[in-house]
């Protein structure tokens, strides 16, 4: 069932801005080409990201709506608008689904963080399309974590023991953060750990070409109470990055391979609140990405320790198109343009 909420009248409009701390809108018109392709954009955004009385989506018809669109100036068609508490934040005009979907998805993860008192760290781990972040995301870019594809990850030196590989790209709050670890609750653990040493090898493959501008890692060392095994785990330290490759790197293939980039992670990099650590990378390098692997190359820590934990990875860049949406028709002011 579409969430997505079809404005009746104008009192209708103003009811739904005063009810909602964010209301996104399409305004459009039945006749419009570029409207009707945007349309599975928009809602399945609605469908994803909706929550009652914090984020609303709306359609507006601007052949029966015409007070409406006049009252904000729409000229073409679609015309997106957002609302917060009332007042209009942005604007986006014509059928652009990634300045679109770019504009709302940053605008639910500002939103979970409000939820849990707006502070970074405090993402929400609800429902209803908020995620967790451990630290706030980096200006402009949004979080596209969503487009890895989990069904064909594929992670080397994995302890069997941990959790599912998938587990580190959930939105959820890590266990970790939430008091008591969830091997203590008699659950599966959602992390994951190295297995016969430090070393971790991710293929990660995505969804759609990425602009790639940095990552989240999150690692949360247990306390001793909390650690049921002889030995502690560590954070990751060296990282190495390669993109678009087809098959996740042996361990050997990558020492004799080139990395996109090298980065060296150092105690002051993880928040002490979150264990969430920045990784900024160079975005120039990372334009147009099918696939990531991240290579763990050791860990910071005791040197007795062999082992590497993560808990979360959460990438922010910005997102290509999953297919073609064809042509879409030039935007105009009349109605057949």
Not at 240 to 247: A, D, E, I, Q, V
Request: charged share 25%; aromatic share 8%; proline share 4%.
């Amino acid at each position: 069932m579409s969430k997505t909420v079809h404005i009746t009248s104008k009192e209708h409009f103003s009811s739904v801005l005063s009810s909602s701390r964010i209301v996104v809108t399409d305004f459009y018109a039945d006749w419009c080409g570029p409207c009707k392709a945007i349309a599975p954009v928009y809602e399945q955004l609605s469908s994803q990201l909706s929550r009652p009385g914090t984020i609303t989506f709306t359609k507006v018809n601007t052949d029966s709506q015409k007070e409406i669109a006049q009252t904000y100036n729409i000229t073409a068609m679609p015309t997106f608008m957002i609302f917060k508490a009332g007042r209009e934040t942005k604007r986006i005009r014509g059928a652009d689904p990634k300045a679109l979907d770019a504009a709302v998805k940053q605008l639910a993860q500002e939103a979970g963080k409000a939820d849990e008192g707006g502070s970074a760290g405090e993402g929400s781990s609800g429902s209803g399309g908020a995620m967790w972040l451990g630290v706030a995301a980096p200006r402009n870019y949004v979080d596209i974590t969503d487009q890895v594809d989990v069904l064909n990850l594929d992670f080397l030196n994995l302890d069997s023991e941990t959790s599912d590989k998938r587990t580190v790209f959930a939105s959820s709050k890590p266990s970790a953060l939430a008091g008591k670890s969830a091997a203590a609750a008699g659950e599966k653990k959602d992390w994951i750990e190295s297995d016969t040493d430090e070393q971790l090898m991710l293929f990660i493959p995505f969804q759609s070409t990425l602009k790639l501008h940095s990552l989240h890692i999150t690692s949360i060392l247990p306390s001793s109470s909390d650690d049921d095994d002889d030995e502690t785990p560590m954070r990751p330290k060296s990282l190495k990055f390669y993109t678009n490759r087809s098959h996740v790197l042996g361990f050997d293939e990558a020492d004799d391979t080139p990395s996109t980039q090298e980065i060296s992670l150092k105690p002051s990099d993880w928040d002490p609140k979150t264990g969430t650590a920045k990784v900024e990378l160079r975005f120039v390098k990372f334009q147009n990405i099918s696939s990531l692997v991240v290579f763990v190359v050791d860990g910071e820590g005791d040197a007795e320790s062999e082992k590497v934990r993560i808990d979360r990875v959460r990438l922010f860049g910005e997102t290509g198109e999953k297919r073609a949406m064809g042509k879409l028709e030039k935007i105009g002011d009349e109605q057949g343009e």
